[in-house]
């Protein structure tokens, strides 16, 4: 009985742990399903992921009752908790990302890229409302506190952007024309020589930028520009030229004609610089102007005429004009023609105009009165009056030239006269100086013959004193070699103690080292009789080395 209950309990328990694990498993699964089957999203890249917290579907759960945000952004506390419902600001980036749908509205937003050569202006849709006459929000994405065109814009790049606050606008480059100012914003690039000069649309707080034309210019590059916030006029630095000038008369060929004088005939037109002159007679005149401006006065030229072009039309040439006239009615029309009144009117013209467009800031390089056309009835009789002069001083010029000419000639006879005077002065100077030259060259060589002699008896007698001396030596030589040689012997005899026994030694060096002595014993009777011993022996003796050569 006991063994049954055992079992029993054993297999209940063995149920239980199943269960248990089928649950697990189940629930497991249900999680995995519903995480990645049903909560998961992918975000793409170049894409984020917009998040609205719209609460739990069924009243039961947790947050059904969270208020829906005011600003239709979602309200959290400190520890991320969502106190009232809406759009999260922040967006989540590429990847796979999990937020149930039953808790959360899920949209993919594509991100904002910016171009080379683009910009973006972004516009705030949420926040607070600007105070009256601004338009323009500080701060970052994410960090606005006003409704409103972000101040900041956004260069080249890839950018985050919540659509649902933020709209994006991307421009390249936008031109605002007035009459001749056109105005830039946008991607504003400023050439070589020329500089930018910057109107803003409102006052900057941050940097202390007032509204209005500014006084510092942008050098040349590339500036991204607000195009609520600021303009940009692009004004060209350096000088720049107007002429003034008559049109001429052409004929049906369209040459130019000429009067009677050889000066050119003006147009019946308004061309040119026409003014009466003070004896009345009309003048008309050519004008060169060379003008410009630096950096440092681009922005008052803009200020007061709005581009360079205004300057030319409603200074410039308006100005020549207006001191040419006034100024030169001052004069005569003789006055006018020759003299040095007329480069006073030259001068006092240029200083005048210098002096006006420096008042409104222009600067002139130079200014230059071309040519003035002076009517034939006051030019002719001048002319004529100027030829009859010309011809007098060109007679007596002639007149001069002629005296010139004889002049020269007779220099030339001079010239002439001096140079034969001169040739044979130097031909007398050359023959002395060679009669001198040779006089001292025999003396020369009279001199040194004498010292070559005197020079040759000192050699004489100094080789006689050298061949005396030098028999004395060897005589001295010779006595001192034999006393030596008789002392030698002398020392040598009193060490053998005799002279019999020095020359016996003597006897003994001499002889050479192989000598072999032979005694032959000679009897009695004479010598001659013991000669044939002495024979046999000596032939003996020379038969032995005989045989000892042979092989």
């Given at each position: 009985m006991s063994n049954t209950s055992t079992s029993s309990s054993m297999i209940n328990g063995r149920s239980a742990i199943v269960v248990t694990l089928i649950a697990i498993i189940l629930v497991l699964g249900a999680w995995t399903f519903l995480e990645w089957g049903v909560n998961r999203i992918y975000v793409p890249e170049g894409y984020s992921l917009r998040l609205r917290y719209k609460g739990p579907p069924l009243p039961l759960l947790p947050g059904y009752n969270t208020p829906e945000s005011k600003t239709g952004f979602a309200k959290l506390d400190e520890n991320g908790n969502i106190l009232e419902k809406g759009v999260l600001q922040e967006m989540l980036g590429p990847g796979r990302q999990f937020k149930s749908p039953f808790y959360w509205e899920r949209e993919l937003v594509q991100d904002i890229v910016i171009?080379?050569?683009?910009?973006?202006?972004?516009?705030?849709?949420?926040?607070?409302?600007?105070?009256?006459?601004?338009?323009?929000?500080?701060?970052?994405?994410?960090?606005?506190?006003?409704?409103?065109?972000?101040?900041?814009?956004?260069?080249?790049?890839?950018?985050?952007?919540?659509?649902?606050?933020?709209?994006?606008?991307?421009?390249?480059?936008?031109?605002?024309?007035?009459?001749?100012?056109?105005?830039?914003?946008?991607?504003?690039?400023?050439?070589?020589?020329?500089?930018?000069?910057?109107?803003?649309?409102?006052?900057?707080?941050?940097?202390?930028?007032?509204?209005?034309?500014?006084?510092?210019?942008?050098?040349?590059?590339?500036?991204?520009?607000?195009?609520?916030?600021?303009?940009?006029?692009?004004?060209?630095?350096?000088?720049?030229?107007?002429?003034?000038?008559?049109?001429?008369?052409?004929?049906?060929?369209?040459?130019?004609?000429?009067?009677?004088?050889?000066?050119?005939?003006?147009?019946?037109?308004?061309?040119?610089?026409?003014?009466?002159?003070?004896?009345?007679?009309?003048?008309?005149?050519?004008?060169?102007?060379?003008?410009?401006?630096?950096?440092?006065?681009?922005?008052?030229?803009?200020?007061?005429?709005?581009?360079?072009?205004?300057?030319?039309?409603?200074?410039?040439?308006?100005?020549?004009?207006?001191?040419?006239?006034?100024?030169?009615?001052?004069?005569?029309?003789?006055?006018?023609?020759?003299?040095?009144?007329?480069?006073?009117f030259q001068a006092t013209t240029s200083d005048e105009f210098e002096a006006v467009l420096l008042e409104k800031d222009i600067t002139l390089s130079y200014g230059l009165v071309r040519h003035i056309y002076i009517p034939q009835e006051v030019r002719l009789p001048i002319q004529q009056?100027?030829?009859?002069?010309?011809?007098?001083?060109?007679?007596?010029?002639?007149?001069?030239?002629?005296?010139?000419?004889?002049?020269?000639?007779?220099?030339?006879?001079?010239?002439?006269?001096?140079?034969?005077?001169?040739?044979?002065?130097?031909?007398?100077?050359?023959?002395?100086?060679?009669?001198?030259?040779?006089?001292?060259?025999?003396?020369?060589?009279?001199?040194?013959?004498?010292?070559?002699?005197?020079?040759?008896?000192?050699?004489?007698?100094?080789?006689?004193?050298?061949?005396?001396?030098?028999?004395?030596?060897?005589?001295?030589?010779?006595?001192l070699l034999e006393e030596a040689k008789a002392d030698k012997f002398k020392l040598a005899v009193d060490a053998f103690g005799s002279g019999e026994s020095y020359n016996m030694w003597v006897f003994a060096s001499g002889l050479p080292e192989d000598i072999e002595l032979n005694l032959i014993f000679a009897g009695e009777g004479t010598f001659w009789t013991d000669l044939r011993g002495f024979s046999e022996t000596m032939l003996g003796k020379q038969a032995q080395e005989t045989m000892k050569k042979k092989p």
């Amino acid at each position: 009985m006991s063994n049954t209950s055992t079992s029993s309990s054993m297999i209940n328990g063995r149920s239980a742990i199943v269960v248990t694990l089928i649950a697990i498993i189940l629930v497991l699964g249900a999680w995995t399903f519903l995480e990645w089957g049903v909560n998961r999203i992918y975000v793409p890249e170049g894409y984020s992921l917009r998040l609205r917290y719209k609460g739990p579907p069924l009243p039961l759960l947790p947050g059904y009752n969270t208020p829906e945000s005011k600003t239709g952004f979602a309200k959290l506390d400190e520890n991320g908790n969502i106190l009232e419902k809406g759009v999260l600001q922040e967006m989540l980036g590429p990847g796979r990302q999990f937020k149930s749908p039953f808790y959360w509205e899920r949209e993919l937003v594509q991100d904002i890229v910016i171009e080379p050569g683009e910009i973006g202006i972004a516009t705030s849709k949420i926040g607070k409302s600007l105070p009256q006459g601004e338009f323009l929000v500080d701060g970052e994405l994410g960090e606005t506190e006003f409704k409103g065109v972000l101040r900041k814009v956004f260069g080249p790049g890839r950018y985050r952007v919540n659509d649902y606050a933020y709209e994006f606008k991307k421009i390249t480059t936008s031109t605002i024309t007035d009459g001749l100012q056109t105005k830039y914003a946008g991607w504003v690039e400023i050439p070589t020589g020329y500089v930018g000069v910057v109107t803003n649309l409102a006052s900057n707080p941050a940097t202390g930028a007032q509204k209005g034309i500014q006084s510092a210019v942008l050098p040349p590059g590339i500036y991204p520009v607000n195009e609520k916030e600021q303009q940009i006029d692009i004004v060209e630095i350096g000088f720049h030229e107007k002429t003034i000038v008559a049109n001429l008369q052409k004929d049906s060929s369209g040459m130019e004609m000429y009067d009677i004088s050889g000066e050119p005939m003006i147009a019946n037109d308004d061309s040119g610089i026409t003014f009466p002159s003070n004896d009345g007679f009309p003048i008309t005149m050519d004008f060169t102007a060379i003008w410009g401006i630096t950096p440092a006065q681009a922005p008052n030229v803009i200020r007061k005429f709005g581009n360079i072009q205004a300057v030319e039309a409603k200074v410039v040439a308006p100005q020549i004009e207006s001191i040419c006239r006034n100024i030169g009615s001052k004069y005569g029309a003789v006055d006018l023609l020759v003299g040095d009144s007329r480069q006073e009117f030259q001068a006092t013209t240029s200083d005048e105009f210098e002096a006006v467009l420096l008042e409104k800031d222009i600067t002139l390089s130079y200014g230059l009165v071309r040519h003035i056309y002076i009517p034939q009835e006051v030019r002719l009789p001048i002319q004529q009056a100027f030829v009859a002069d010309e011809l007098t001083l060109t007679r007596v010029q002639e007149q001069a030239t002629a005296k010139t000419e004889a002049n020269l000639r007779e220099a030339e006879q001079k010239v002439e006269l001096e140079a034969a005077t001169v040739q044979v002065e130097t031909e007398k100077m050359v023959a002395k100086a060679m009669a001198e030259g040779e006089k001292t060259a025999q003396e020369t060589v009279a001199e040194t013959q004498r010292m070559v002699a005197g020079i040759d008896r000192e050699i004489s007698l100094l080789e006689a004193k050298a061949t005396v001396m030098l028999g004395e030596a060897s005589a001295k030589t010779v006595q001192l070699l034999e006393e030596a040689k008789a002392d030698k012997f002398k020392l040598a005899v009193d060490a053998f103690g005799s002279g019999e026994s020095y020359n016996m030694w003597v006897f003994a060096s001499g002889l050479p080292e192989d000598i072999e002595l032979n005694l032959i014993f000679a009897g009695e009777g004479t010598f001659w009789t013991d000669l044939r011993g002495f024979s046999e022996t000596m032939l003996g003796k020379q038969a032995q080395e005989t045989m000892k050569k042979k092989p």
